[in-house]
């Protein structure tokens, strides 16, 4: 074992509903651009982790691909520099943002790899948010609406709250449709103009009208999928306003089969555009665009939570240590009433000991 390395401990996802822990080694030394991070806190991104700690994505099953079986779980969170090369961007010291595994260190190229500083004025936890904000905040950049427009957001977890207070801050009205009581709450105490329960209309045809209700001027401009279901596409297909937009932030995955005529005929005949709106399909680091990316999102994000436009803290419902990570995925999948926002806190609580090794 080289002294030149510490031994630092990581989730692992190894089979459906089965997660564990293990060591791995990281550089006491990082090199060029490299830093060593101590991590604060990390999110739970629910959609993609979900999905991939119960199956629902093939490709954990199919060897080769970014989700496959050992699956390290875990997208982002907030650390504190240890060490940093002489390239880095960011001294010792520094609190930053990054792309981090449920992890108790990383090592972040800043070279190559997003990594924004952390605002003095925010807490760890309230700033760690600001991963499922750049998850987020793509559908309001990819969307053609105005001033005073109305949007409506299908599905109320923390991807489409966060996405609807990203129109309302950018002066669109906003509507949220969920079934969960506890979310479509949450959703009018963090800024949306109106909350629909969808099973009060059996019909999407009574759907629609609720909506045109709502807004006064007919049906939404925007309609925004965040649960990743491709029958909420159809009906999102059904609701939106002639010349309006289907914007997909959340990704489908489970099979979904049906006739399609009708729904692309819809698209066709009322000059309605779907809308693909993954966080990856817009470039990462500032340098190489001049646009929106990744990193300068990730910056807006962290000011818009400081200044008190982007409301986070009403969606933490829990943090818990690392140990009991496993127990915050069943609590999402089964308790969505309970669990919303949930935070690992690495800070305050030893890393597990590890109980799964790769070589076994």
Aim: charged residues 20%; hydrophobic residues 40%.
């Amino acid at each position: 074992m080289s002294i030149d390395t510490l031994a630092a401990v990581r989730a692992v996802i190894v089979s459906e509903q089965e997660m564990h822990f293990e060591e791995f080694r990281v550089p006491r030394e990082p090199a060029g651009a490299e830093i060593l991070v101590r991590l604060e806190r990390t999110i739970i991104s629910a959609g993609t982790e979900l999905a991939n700690y119960t199956g629902l994505d093939p490709d954990t099953r199919t060897p080769g691909r970014w989700c496959t079986y050992p699956w390290n779980p875990g997208y982002g969170g907030i650390g504190r520099v240890e060490a940093a090369g002489p390239a880095a961007r960011f001294p010792v010291g520094e609190r930053v943002y990054g792309r981090f595994h449920h992890a108790n260190w990383a090592v972040l190229d800043t070279a190559s790899q997003y990594c924004v500083r952390v605002p003095d004025s925010l807490d760890s936890t309230t700033a760690a948010f600001a991963r499922m904000g750049n998850v987020a905040i793509t559908a309001q950049q990819r969307a053609c609406v105005e001033l005073g427009d109305t949007v409506a957001v299908i599905g109320l977890g923390l991807v489409g709250n966060l996405a609807g207070q990203f129109f309302r801050a950018a002066g669109q009205r906003v509507i949220g449709l969920d079934l969960s009581a506890r979310r479509r709450a949450l959703a009018e105490e963090t800024g949306f103009a109106a909350t629909v329960n969808p099973a009060d209309h059996s019909r999407p045809e009574d759907l629609r009208a609720r909506l045109e209700e709502l807004t006064g001027t007919g049906a939404p401009r925007a309609i925004v999928e965040a649960v990743g279901d491709s029958r909420l596409i159809e009906l999102g297909l059904k609701l939106c306003a002639q010349n309006g937009q289907v914007i997909l932030l959340g990704t489908p995955r489970a099979p979904y089969e049906t006739n399609c005529t009708p729904m692309l005929d819809m698209a066709h005949r009322r000059g309605i555009s779907i809308v693909g709106a993954l966080e990856w399909t817009i470039p990462l680091l500032k340098l190489q665009s001049p646009g929106h990316s990744t990193e300068s999102n990730a910056e807006l994000i962290l000011r818009l939570i400081e200044a008190g436009e982007l409301r986070v803290r009403p969606l933490l419902t829990h943090v818990v240590a690392p140990s009991e990570l496993d127990s915050a995925y069943q609590g999402l999948l089964h308790r969505k009433d309970d669990y919303l926002g949930v935070v690992v806190d690495w800070e305050n609580h030893p890393a597990p000991a590890p109980d799964w090794s790769r070589g076994a």
